[in-house]
């Protein structure tokens, strides 16, 4: 192993482990023997010292052997903060020697949202979802697996990960049955708490066999070795109090041999009484004044080696410990023959010096704790302004500077202030959250704390809105932030409020705000919020309110993007109240320039957010432009997948593009986007608006399919069901549960259901028929019991229809009146119908009053052109109505 050691040591800690290299053979050999065989997953587990090093070294031997490529990374307990720093180690090396268009090629699509985690790339933007560069990265390996069969990653100390690996490695495991890769892992048991525990628990269930937990060495074993490495001729005596002393640890057992060999002691019974005071000196504190009397230099040099944790260079470690190269040199000589460091060759091309590693993560763990309080500090406040010098970035910095004690110092919360940046880009929050944290514990200067807090409070928007909320009135409620900055930090309270479903609240933040400014463009725009709150607050949006929105927007020409944002709003409302269609598409006309989106009013344009677009897109999508709606919400999708943004921006994209192939007919589509939509959402958090609006499409979407049984499934399983939230959700809440309750039979609570939406519609004043189709529903449902009630609720449905105007509208009201008739009556209600529908962009609709059409006027003609539609729409339930009457033929012509 090292210069020094004994000969027979080399192999101690593999003593006793002929099963767990067993089971690395056969995995190996399962690897290299298909490229299209499943990935493997092993898992070795076992306290400090117990050979999981020496196990994955061993690992690496035999794969090498076998033709595998061998990438390998370590935990450090001092690097843990350090974003990515374990997979950067695993893969950097191996990309970083590549040509540039050759690293593209293995991360193919990935690359500009893995490149920059892994620190290959610069980020395209200022912020990147984390939970979509972490499926990024996935994807990535994934890729460069396939491309480098057969290929052996090996995870060393996994418990001192950092979390942003530890998120990768559980989301990759779960991933590995079609890569033909092997994983080997090796961590220490209960050394990682919340999140990471949870993340490693989550490897150790994918490997899909127990976790190998490494037992300690047995009497025979630890006499074995003693006498392999000393000579046959130590006795039983002196073997049995090694093991005592050690309690079988390969690595105690290594380090005391190796300290007998080197004090020349026989191995007899009356020299065994002095090896505990050698295995003393060898770990913990005795290893520390082992260090110490190499002398002062020396001690330097290992604390600087410590503090750096990784890339220890010579010339880094001289810089560090203010010494020249020579002496460096010498004491990095001194410490390799003592078995505390050893030399591994650089794996770049630009001839830089051999790496210094510690020969054991304890030695390393050691080492750093014995560092003096004041002068571990220090140290760390040198080794940040050496990597700022060398200009490798705030990031590389902050992990240092982290360790800094507080001293109001401007430069350091500067700074951190960046590394926070930098982190975010990379899909960092919780780094950036660290850093940002940390400045405000330095003091920021009084005129910056607001900033800091604002930012942190921005740092934490998407991931934990609950806290950011708290971050953000304590940035409000200190002086620091005026005029367009406070109005920033008003919006973005506001919209953390939303997202943390306290929509009321979001309202009356922005409100007040806006009342304390004079009128002008900062008054307007947070009156923008305020209408757009309330717009999403169904259960607020009165008629006093449209009315104000209707004044305000009247004098709004679309100048600027606050009147533009106020013809939205307008356009939303107008629609969602079933006022005229065409007004509502003139309206979102009005807000595009040259009809398209205008500057800083984009996806990803941070001052307006996304629920803005999300309202003009529906609203075109309710007034029978879905094509406007479809261009806008695949803009949506392909922006923030781009972006990385994959929380909650790309599950609204794919809920409000699901929503227009619904609207469209396109209920493949529609299923298919939607069930992505539920699936990124619930990475976020249940029961959040997102969450609700993507499970409602969802249910919509499969009851238009027929697929009843499985509908209630979904909303079984993902809590479709009252209490709703505060917000307004599409398809309209109320309507479709009402409609599912129907569907499997529980007449009487969608009737109860309905008549919820009916009122909710009255106490607002109004409603679109489409958006909210409760009425139609609900005269289906009582047509047996009620027909007067039954016949009111068609006919208002029909007027409200008429008042907006789309030929959707009509036509649905249209087929609702067929359907309480009978006779001729019923059948030309259903052939205007269909002449409605048939010009109607929603083709599910218009298969359905055409198969109505076909029953009740016993036209074979109509039942196969309706079922050809249904068919083309993925309309089973649709479909087999309309089989069922072809195959019975009776009456049709």
Not at 275 to 302: K, M, P
Not at 336 to 350: F, V
Not at 487 to 504: F, M
């Amino acid at each position: 192993m090292t210069d020094g050691r004994p000969t027979a040591v080399g192999s101690a800690p593999l003593w006793e482990r002929d099963a767990e290299i067993a089971t690395v053979a056969a995995a190996l050999d399962a690897l290299c023997a298909d490229q299209d065989s499943a990935g493997g997953l092993l898992v070795f587990r076992g306290k400090a010292g117990l050979g999981k090093t020496a196990l994955l070294a061993e690992t690496r031997r035999m794969a090498e052997r076998r033709g595998c490529a061998v990438w390998s990374a370590r935990g450090a307990e001092t690097l843990r903060s350090v974003p990515f720093h374990v997979l950067r180690q695993l893969l950097q090396p191996a990309l970083l020697s590549l040509p540039r268009d050759e690293v593209r090629d293995h991360l193919g699509d990935w690359h500009a949202i893995a490149g920059p985690a892994l620190g290959i790339t610069r980020p395209q933007g200022d912020k990147a979802d984390p939970h979509y560069v972490r499926d990024g990265l996935v994807s990535a390996v994934r890729r460069i697996a396939r491309r480098t069969y057969p290929l052996v990653l090996l995870l060393d100390d996994a418990h001192w990960a950092d979390p942003e690996t530890l998120r990768w490695l559980a989301a990759f495991a779960e991933r590995l049955d079609d890569v033909p890769v092997l994983v080997v892992i090796a961590r220490r048991p209960d050394q990682t708490g919340g999140a990471g525990a949870r993340h490693l628990d989550a490897v150790a269930a994918a490997a899909g066999r127990p976790v190998n937990d490494l037992s300690a060495l047995t009497p025979d074993a630890t006499a074995g070795l003693t006498r392999a490495t000393l000579g046959r001729h130590a006795d039983d005596a002196f073997c049995r109090e090694v093991w005592a002393v050690t309690d079988g640890n390969p690595y105690e057992t290594v380090e005391l041999l190796a300290k007998v060999h080197d004090s020349e002691l026989e191995p007899v019974e009356v020299h065994a009484g002095e090896l505990r005071a050698l295995n003393r000196a060898a770990r913990g504190g005795g290893l520390v004044d082992r260090i110490r009397s190499l002398g002062l230099e020396a001690t330097r040099f290992a604390w600087a080696a410590a503090i750096l944790g990784t890339g220890i260079t010579v010339d880094m470690v001289a810089r560090l410990a203010t010494m020249d190269d020579d002496l460096a040199r010498r004491c990095a000589d001194v410490l390799c023959t003592a078995r505390i460091l050893t030399r591994r060759p650089a794996t770049d091309a630009e001839g830089r010096d051999d790496e210094l590693e510690f020969v054991h993560p304890l030695i390393a763990t050691d080492v750093y704790r014995s560092i003096p309080a004041g002068v571990c500090t220090a140290m760390h406040g040198v080794a940040a302004q050496i990597i700022t010098e060398l200009d490798r970035g705030a990031a590389e910095a902050a992990r240092h500077l982290l360790k800094v004690h507080p001293d109001e110092d401007e430069e350091l919360v500067e700074q951190l202030r960046q590394a926070a940046r930098e982190h975010l880009a990379v899909g960092a929050p919780d780094a950036a959250r660290r850093c940002l944290e940390r400045a405000l514990r330095e003091p920021p200067l009084p005129e910056v704390h607001a900033h800091v807090l604002y930012e942190l409070g921005c740092a934490t928007l998407l991931t934990n809105p609950a806290v950011s909320i708290d971050q953000l009135r304590g940035a409000l409620g200190m002086p620091g932030l005026d005029g367009d900055d406070r109005a920033h930090a008003v919006v973005r309270l506001s919209q953390a409020l939303l997202h943390n479903d306290q929509l009321e609240e979001a309202v009356r933040t922005v409100e007040a705000e806006a009342a304390r400014h004079a009128a002008g463009p900062v008054r307007l725009r947070l009156q923008a919020f305020q209408f757009m709150w309330e717009g999403i607050h169904g259960e607020t949006a009165a008629p006093a309110r449209s009315r104000r929105l209707a004044e305000l927007a009247g004098t709004c020409t679309g100048r600027d993007n606050a009147e533009r944002a106020l013809l939205i709003l307008r356009a939303f409302d107008a629609m969602t109240h079933g006022e005229s269609a065409d007004a509502v598409v003139d309206l979102c006309d009005r807000a595009l320039v040259n009809g398209r989106l205008a500057p800083g009013l984009g996806w990803t344009d941070p001052e307006w957010g996304m629920e803005l677009l999300m309202m003009l897109g529906s609203a075109y999508a309710y007034a029978d432009r879905l094509d406007r709606a479809e261009s806008l919400f695949s803009e949506a999708r392909r922006v923030y997948t781009s972006a990385g943004w994959r929380g909650v921006h790309l599950s609204l994209a794919n809920a409000f593009l699901g929503l227009a192939y619904r609207r469209q007919g396109r209920l493949r589509d529609a299923e298919t986007t939607l069930r992505e939509a539920v699936r990124l959402a619930e990475r976020v958090g249940r029961r959040l608006p997102l969450y609700w609006s993507a499970t409602c499409g969802l249910v919509d979407t499969l009851l238009a399919r027929g697929r009843v049984e499985e509908a209630w499934s979904v909303a079984e399983q993902y809590g479709f069901a009252p209490p709703y939230p505060s917000t307004i959700v599409l398809p309209d809440i109320r309507s479709v549960r009402g409609r599912l309750l129907l569907a499997v039979g529980r007449t009487a609570e969608g009737v109860s259901e309905l008549e919820a939406a009916e009122k909710t519609a009255a106490s607002r004043g109004g409603h679109n028929p489409v958006l909210a189709p409760w009425s139609v529903d609900l005269a289906r449902a009582l047509a047996g019991t009620d027909p007067a009630r039954a016949a009111r609720l068609a006919s208002d449905a029909r007027k409200q229809a008429e008042r907006f105007g789309t030929d959707t509208a009509i036509g649905e009201a249209l087929r609702c009146a067929a359907a309480l008739e009978t006779g001729q009556r019923a059948e030309r209600l259903a052939a205007r119908a269909v002449a409605y529908l048939e010009a109607s962009p929603c083709q599910y609709e218009h298969a359905a009053a055409r198969i109505e059409y076909g029953i009740a006027a016993g036209s074979a003609v109509d039942l196969t052109r309706g079922l050809d539609l249904a068919r083309l729409c993925g309309a089973d339930g649709l479909a087999a109505r309309a089989e069922e009457a072809l195959d019975n033929g009776r009456g049709l012509h």
